[in-house]
């Protein structure tokens, strides 16, 4: 059985909510736990061998930021089918220092990729074999509609991989905890937080077969590197301080700030293992197909 996904009509659903602050931490979550290699295992052995087979690939990584989980996945899949002249590398992000970072990354590793803005990405119609949205739907305030925009740009049998911080992750409950803290208003009030069962829901509703993989880091922050006083400043002077910024997405505002401290530290002591604060980071990596059997 190969059905098509349904149709659904969406213009230019896809606009920027906010810019996201936090891709330092993220980049240093990446850069020392090689968790982006894990999670583009996990995405490429589950494609099927039909979508690897033809001569010409294309892939988008919309939402890219610095490129490396892309080139990450596309290093994986170069292990499973060589990549052929012709093939096809979008990344698309609203950052346009992020685009060109992430093409030179690609470049460096011997991918020449198309930058594409949100804006210029909906004025070309080009479908994808692989289309990646890692970590970006939560900026985006209509994510059906983003979720249904992109499925219609997949090939028969193509696949949008979503990834995204799971439930059981400690990003997820260390935010809970500084947002639940009395006095800090979340950064976003009144928007759901995104989970797994969503994605695989709205890709069920846009005729996709959703498939779920978790990958879980167990990250060491060495506590020398973590300036406690730069946790609360929006521009901390070491990756690890954003790194536990990102982790626990601390607010900067200072009513906010002594309500958010203690909760912050709770949770750091909680993690406290010899010289290190220890996390675990799950991510889900949820595919969908437009092929049931895939
Ligand atoms: C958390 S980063 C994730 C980067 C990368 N996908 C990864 O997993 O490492 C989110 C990225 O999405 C981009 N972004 C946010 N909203 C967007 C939108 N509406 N359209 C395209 N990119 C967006 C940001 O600029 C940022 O680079």
Redesign the pocket.
Same mark, same amino acid.
């Given at each position: 059985m190969n059905p098509t996904p349904r149709q659904v009509s969406v213009p230019n659903p896809?606009?920027?909510?906010k810019? #996201?602050p #936090?891709?330092r931490g993220?980049d240093y979550l990446?850069r020392r736990s090689r968790e %982006?290699v894990a999670i583009a295992d996990a995405l490429t052995h589950t494609l099927p061998p039909e979508m690897l087979a033809g001569p010409i690939f294309a892939l988008c &990584? #919309? *939402?890219? *930021?610095?490129g @490396?989980?892309c080139v990450a996945v596309l290093q994986s899949l170069s292990r499973r089918r060589p990549m052929q002249a012709g093939s096809i590398v979008d990344v698309? &992000?609203? @950052?346009p220092r992020?685009l060109a970072y992430a093409s030179e990354a690609l470049g460096a590793c011997g991918y020449s990729a198309r930058k594409l803005t949100?804006k210029t990405f909906h004025q070309q119609s080009r479908r994808y074999q692989l289309i990646?949205a890692? %970590?970006?739907l939560?900026?985006?305030s209509d994510r059906p509609a983003a979720v249904a925009d992109l499925a219609q740009r997949l090939t028969r049998g193509g696949q949008l991989a979503v990834?995204l911080r799971s439930d059981a992750c400690d990003t997820y409950s260390i935010r809970s905890a500084v947002r639940n803290a009395p006095s800090v208003v979340p950064p976003e009030p009144g928007r759901p937080r995104l989970r797994v069962a969503d994605v695989e829901g709205m890709l069920r509703s846009v005729g996709l077969y959703p498939r779920t993989e978790q990958v879980i880091a167990t990250f060491r922050v060495p506590v020398s590197d973590v300036r406690h006083r730069d946790l609360y400043s929006a521009d901390p002077s070491t990756d690890a301080t954003e790194f536990i910024r990102f982790v626990g997405h601390i607010p900067t505002t200072t009513n906010a700030r002594s309500s958010a401290a203690s909760a912050v530290e709770q949770e750091l002591a909680a993690r406290l293992d010899g010289d290190s604060y220890t996390f675990r980071i799950a991510t889900a990596v949820v595919t969908g197909s437009t092929d049931v059997a895939a």
């Open positions: 896809i606009e920027a909510t810019q #996201y #936090y891709t993220l990446r %982006h &990584d #919309y *939402g890219a *930021g610095f @490396d989980l698309v &992000d609203l @950052d992020l949100p990646l890692s %970590h970006v939560y900026y985006i990834i």
